[in-house]
């Protein structure tokens, strides 16, 4: 099999014809440079390298390869040789680099033509350079007519008549050094001299720049404004360059549940509490005196109040309406009007689910595309070595704050490296089998306990006297008993979790944090059945939507307390303790700190039917939450000991906030508005069989109203009560998630498929580049060969006879 390498010919040369000595030498010098850098590319770092030396000059082809011979002969640390660094050089991918003037004249052709396809205005008011002359036609097909210089003037001139952006956009684009680029730039900036007065397109063309460059600094301006209006901008750069992404995402976290509230908050405050405190009812009964405990319980002073739902009344809000004492409907004239509160109140807290729902549907998906992004991530150790660093940081300690973020972003890539273990004989797979069980069996057990303590306690309550006004300290026995099996118990299942000893640490905050999810949906599982299947029997006589409002508030004021008590006494004391003991500061439980967010959560979501402004008060507890966190991490723990990636932590706390915490919320409040019977004495649902029947009033009004809003009566029949469009949209759902993985699996195939002709791509150069060695070898043999032949002269005639 014969490899050819064909020598590229002159354009002219069209015809066939032999090649001269001076093209063989050629061709043997670049078979032979390519030959002897195969050669100098397999060698180790520490071997000896064959190098070419400056060819002699030597009688034809035989000289040419006696020189070879003694090159191959005699090796020298050199660099490479002329011949090599001449194909080198000629290479495409170093052509455009090394070619000052093919730049030039490559970005003078692409200027001209973003020239032509612009507008011109009229010669006359134009200089003398924006006008056509014969520098308009294309360097690239005579590159030879003009020298470099020429070409940079010209180039100059031209960018000088585009505009302001296209010039800097070229500038940037060109593959020249930064002191090229600003020369270039300069020599734009100079200003034009004319032979007489500046026109008035001067004094214009000089104002419009100004303008544009203060507009420019304006923006700028307005960026960094915006930039250090972000709360907590520095607070989580700091945080994220000491501790590592792994502690950063539940501050993220919880920054996360902090606009999760807003958004649920403002509609609320827009159409109910706003609505409700222009006209505000006529009160219940005398207020109590405000006494202090009402910040624990929620009561007193409170009760009645935009609070919670037993104040809002039951009619229309254009004019102050109050039912009458024996909780009966408001007059019919106030009941014509407009704003009818019920709806209202059904449909503004329906729709700020709604939104809630979509908006942490499409923050789980953009989570999950960041953390699952398809594609390889082989790259990114070398992109956080040459990539991540800021020139423009000036500041002292800002270049140290992100020296500390690209320290610790390198320990975390690292570190997967050393979870890479070696795998364990079947006896020691079977002991840890029978380890993991037994740690998992007690937390088990533990769960269970902690759930049935809940509910006795529960049933005792129940069993003891009914709730009383004066009696408000005693409602703070369950959520007490509550908070307290929350906060002990996952000390537990930490103390369980160090028998287990997992290798990965990533491992071991997923089972914490699984582990004390099923602690907390199962405790609040269980209060949800004591709120809406116990007590509303046992408070028939009173409103008992204000009770479980004021329960979800006394459970959120406690749980923040008691974790200000676990941040002041548990973190700090065991810091204490640690430092007592010589084994420094003890690391932040990620999981345990994470499951009180949506511990938290959950509780706003499942309070917010009874107490609009339950969001409002997790707002003023988060961000209290923030800064005493913030606090006591700086001050009582460490970075982790083993430091990993947190690349798919934040996708998880969104999912588990999703599916557990608000599908949760979502159908207990589904099944209050449905099934439970309202309150016969307080709240805009009063004297109806269940919350969702003040839409079914509210159209046989519109019905009799007339045939003018006779289409809202068809929308709510057709669009609210009728399935069929529920189990529409959760078909086209169910279709764009499908089409989704789908297209993510494609994306996928190719990328695989496109790494699978790379690879076949670098087997093709390998065999041709063997395949050209075979052919350097058989053309040395072939010139050693005539070498011998020559240095052998054949016997003559003379020789003949005497033999």
Same mark, same amino acid.
């Given at each position: 099999? #014969?490899?050819?390498?064909?020598?590229?010919?002159?354009?002219?040369?069209?015809?066939?014809?032999?090649?001269?000595?001076?093209?063989?030498?050629?061709? +043997?010098?670049?078979?032979?440079?390519?030959?002897?850098?195969?050669?100098?590319?397999?060698?180790?770092?520490?071997?000896?390298?064959?190098?070419?030396?400056?060819?002699?000059?030597?009688?034809?082809?035989?000289?040419?390869?006696? +020189?070879?011979?003694?090159?191959?002969?005699?090796?020298?640390?050199?660099?490479?040789?002329?011949?090599?660094?001449?194909?080198?050089?000629?290479?495409?991918?170093?052509?455009?680099?090394?070619?000052?003037?093919?730049?030039?004249?490559?970005?003078?052709?692409?200027?001209?033509?973003?020239?032509?396809?612009?507008?011109?205005?009229?010669?006359?008011? @134009?200089?003398?350079?924006?006008?056509?002359?014969?520098?308009?036609?294309?360097?690239?097909?005579?590159?030879?007519?003009?020298?470099?210089?020429?070409?940079?003037? @010209?180039?100059?001139?031209?960018?000088?008549?585009?505009?302001?952006?296209?010039?800097?956009?070229?500038?940037?684009?060109?593959?020249?050094?930064?002191?090229?680029?600003?020369?270039?730039?300069?020599?734009?900036?100079?200003?034009?001299?004319?032979?007489?007065?500046?026109?008035?397109?001067?004094?214009?063309?000089?104002?419009?720049?100004?303008?544009?460059?203060?507009?420019?600094?304006?923006?700028?301006?307005?960026? #960094?404004?915006?930039?250090?209006?972000?709360?907590?901008?520095?607070?989580?750069?700091?945080?994220?360059?000491?501790?590592?992404?792994?502690?950063?995402?539940?501050? @993220?976290?919880?920054?996360?549940?902090?606009?999760?509230?807003?958004?649920?908050?403002?509609?609320?405050?827009?159409?109910?509490?706003? /609505?409700?405190?222009?006209?505000?009812?006529?009160?219940?009964?005398?207020?109590?005196?405000?006494?202090?405990?009402?910040?624990?319980?929620?009561?007193?002073?409170?009760?009645?109040?935009?609070?919670?739902?037993?104040?809002?009344?039951?009619?229309?809000?254009?004019?102050?309406?109050?039912?009458?004492?024996?909780?009966?409907?408001?007059?019919?004239?106030?009941?014509?009007?407009?704003?009818?509160?019920?709806?209202?109140?059904?449909?503004?807290?329906? %729709?700020?689910?709604?939104?809630?729902?979509?908006?942490?549907?499409?923050?789980?998906?953009?989570?999950?595309?960041?953390?699952?992004?398809?594609?390889? %991530?082989?790259?990114?150790?070398?992109?956080?070595?040459?990539?991540?660093?800021?020139?423009?940081?000036?500041?002292?300690?800002?270049?140290?704050?992100?020296?500390?973020?690209?320290?610790?972003?390198?320990?975390?890539?690292?570190?997967?490296?050393?979870?890479?273990?070696?795998?364990?004989?079947?006896?020691?797979?079977?002991?840890?089998?029978?380890?993991?069980?037994?740690?998992?069996?007690?937390?088990?057990?533990? %769960?269970?306990?902690?759930?049935?303590?809940?509910?006795?306690?529960?049933?005792?309550?129940?069993?003891?006297?009914?709730?009383?006004? =004066?009696?408000?300290?005693?409602?703070?026995?369950?959520?007490?008993?509550?908070?307290?099996?929350?906060?002990?118990?996952?000390?537990?299942?930490?103390?369980?979790?160090?028998?287990?000893?997992? =290798?990965?640490?990533?491992?071991?905050?997923?089972?914490?944090?699984?582990?004390?999810?099923?602690?907390?949906?199962?405790?609040?599982?269980?209060?949800?059945?004591?709120?809406?299947?116990?007590? /509303?029997?046992?408070?028939?006589?009173?409103?008992?939507?204000?009770? /479980?409002?004021?329960?979800?508030?006394?459970?959120?004021?406690? =749980?923040?307390?008691?974790?200000?008590?676990?941040?002041?006494?548990?973190?700090?004391?065991?810091?204490?303790?640690?430092?007592?003991?010589?084994?420094?500061?003890?690391?932040?439980?990620?999981?345990?700190?994470?499951?009180?967010?949506?511990?938290?959560?959950?509780?706003?979501?499942?309070?917010?039917?009874?107490?609009?402004?339950?969001?409002?008060?997790?707002?003023?507890?988060?961000?209290?939450?923030?800064?005493?966190?913030?606090?006591?991490?700086?001050?009582?723990?460490?970075?982790?000991?083993?430091?990993?990636?947190?690349?798919?932590?934040?996708?998880?706390?969104?999912?588990?906030?999703?599916?557990?915490?608000?599908?949760?919320?979502?159908?207990?409040?589904?099944?209050?508005?449905?099934?439970?019977?309202? +309150?016969?004495?307080?709240?805009?649902?009063?004297?109806?069989?269940?919350?969702?029947?003040?839409?079914?009033?509210?159209?046989?009004?519109?019905?009799?109203?007339?045939?003018?809003?006779?289409?809202?009566?068809?929308?709510?029949?057709?669009?609210?009560?009728?399935?069929?469009?529920?189990?529409?949209?959760? #078909?086209?759902?169910?279709?764009?998630?499908?089409?989704?993985?789908?297209?993510?699996?494609?994306?996928?195939?190719?990328?695989?498929?496109?790494?699978?002709?790379?690879?076949?791509?670098?087997? =093709?150069?390998?065999?041709?580049?063997?395949?050209?060695?075979?052919?350097?070898?058989?053309?040395?043999?072939?010139?050693?060969?005539?070498?011998?032949?020559? #240095?052998?002269?054949?016997?003559?005639?003379?020789?003949?006879?005497?033999?």
């Amino acid at each position: 099999m #014969a490899f050819v390498l064909h020598v590229p010919q002159a354009p002219e040369d069209q015809g066939s014809r032999e090649p001269s000595p001076c093209e063989e030498s050629e061709e +043997s010098e670049l078979h032979f440079s390519f030959h002897q850098l195969i050669q100098e590319q397999s060698r180790g770092p520490g071997e000896d390298r064959l190098e070419l030396p400056p060819r002699a000059p030597g009688p034809g082809a035989a000289g040419a390869a006696a +020189s070879h011979h003694q090159a191959l002969q005699a090796p020298e640390p050199a660099a490479h040789s002329p011949a090599t660094l001449r194909i080198l050089a000629s290479m495409p991918s170093r052509t455009i680099g090394r070619s000052r003037g093919a730049i030039i004249s490559q970005f003078y052709n692409r200027t001209v033509r973003l020239r032509r396809r612009d507008s011109r205005p009229a010669l006359r008011g @134009l200089g003398r350079s924006a006008r056509p002359s014969l520098r308009l036609y294309d360097l690239e097909l005579d590159a030879t007519a003009l020298a470099e210089e020429e070409k940079r003037v @010209l180039l100059v001139k031209e960018l000088q008549g585009l505009p302001l952006a296209q010039r800097g956009h070229m500038l940037r684009g060109m593959p020249l050094s930064l002191a090229e680029k600003r020369c270039l730039r300069e020599e734009t900036r100079a200003p034009r001299r004319s032979r007489g007065r500046p026109g008035p397109l001067a004094c214009c063309s000089r104002l419009r720049y100004a303008c544009a460059l203060a507009l420019h600094d304006l923006g700028l301006a307005l960026l #960094a404004g915006l930039q250090a209006l972000a709360p907590w901008h520095y607070a989580l750069k700091r945080i994220g360059g000491q501790f590592g992404s792994s502690v950063l995402s539940y501050f @993220l976290f919880l920054k996360t549940l902090l606009a999760f509230n807003v958004l649920l908050l403002l509609p609320l405050l827009a159409f109910l509490v706003g /609505v409700q405190t222009a006209f505000p009812p006529a009160p219940r009964g005398p207020r109590p005196a405000f006494t202090g405990l009402e910040l624990l319980t929620g009561g007193g002073c409170f009760t009645d109040t935009v609070m919670y739902y037993g104040h809002y009344s039951n009619g229309t809000l254009n004019q102050p309406c109050a039912g009458p004492p024996d909780g009966g409907q408001c007059a019919p004239e106030a009941a014509s009007l407009p704003y009818n509160m019920p709806l209202a109140y059904l449909f503004t807290t329906g %729709t700020a689910f709604f939104i809630t729902c979509l908006t942490l549907v499409y923050s789980m998906s953009h989570s999950f595309g960041e953390s699952y992004r398809v594609g390889s %991530t082989l790259g990114a150790h070398a992109i956080t070595v040459f990539c991540s660093w800021d020139h423009k940081v000036t500041q002292k300690w800002a270049s140290r704050l992100q020296h500390d973020n690209i320290r610790t972003q390198l320990k975390e890539l690292l570190a997967e490296w050393q979870l890479q273990g070696g795998r364990q004989s079947l006896c020691g797979r079977l002991r840890r089998a029978a380890l993991l069980a037994l740690v998992w069996l007690l937390c088990l057990g533990i %769960t269970l306990g902690c759930t049935v303590a809940v509910y006795t306690f529960s049933e005792h309550l129940i069993e003891q006297s009914p709730v009383r006004a =004066d009696r408000e300290a005693a409602l703070l026995a369950l959520p007490l008993v509550v908070c307290l099996l929350n906060l002990g118990a996952p000390y537990l299942f930490r103390g369980l979790a160090a028998l287990e000893r997992h =290798d990965s640490p990533v491992l071991e905050v997923y089972v914490a944090v699984c582990r004390n999810l099923i602690l907390k949906m199962v405790t609040l599982g269980i209060l949800c059945y004591h709120w809406l299947g116990r007590r /509303v029997a046992t408070l028939q006589g009173q409103c008992w939507e204000d009770f /479980v409002g004021q329960e979800l508030y006394r459970l959120t004021v406690l =749980d923040f307390l008691f974790a200000l008590l676990d941040t002041l006494c548990g973190e700090l004391g065991w810091r204490l303790i640690s430092e007592r003991l010589g084994r420094g500061k003890p690391e932040f439980d990620i999981a345990r700190n994470v499951l009180e967010l949506i511990h938290g959560q959950t509780l706003a979501w499942l309070g917010v039917l009874f107490s609009p402004l339950l969001p409002a008060v997790q707002m003023v507890k988060l961000l209290l939450l923030f800064y005493v966190k913030k606090t006591s991490l700086l001050a009582n723990c460490q970075a982790p000991r083993r430091p990993w990636l947190a690349s798919h932590m934040s996708t998880v706390f969104i999912s588990l906030l999703c599916f557990p915490s608000f599908l949760g919320a979502a159908i207990f409040l589904c099944y209050a508005v449905w099934q439970v019977k309202p +309150s016969s004495l307080c709240g805009p649902f009063r004297g109806l069989d269940s919350m969702y029947e003040a839409g079914k009033v509210w159209v046989r009004r519109l019905e009799r109203a007339g045939p003018r809003v006779s289409w809202l009566p068809w929308v709510h029949r057709y669009l609210v009560e009728n399935t069929f469009p529920v189990y529409l949209l959760s #078909a086209l759902l169910l279709a764009i998630i499908y089409l989704n993985i789908q297209v993510v699996k494609g994306q996928r195939e190719v990328i695989s498929l496109l790494k699978e002709q790379i690879s076949n791509e670098g087997e =093709d150069k390998i065999f041709l580049i063997n395949k050209l060695h075979s052919v350097c070898e058989r053309k040395e043999r072939s010139g050693a060969g005539r070498t011998q032949e020559v #240095a052998v002269p054949p016997a003559g005639p003379a020789d003949h006879r005497e033999a």
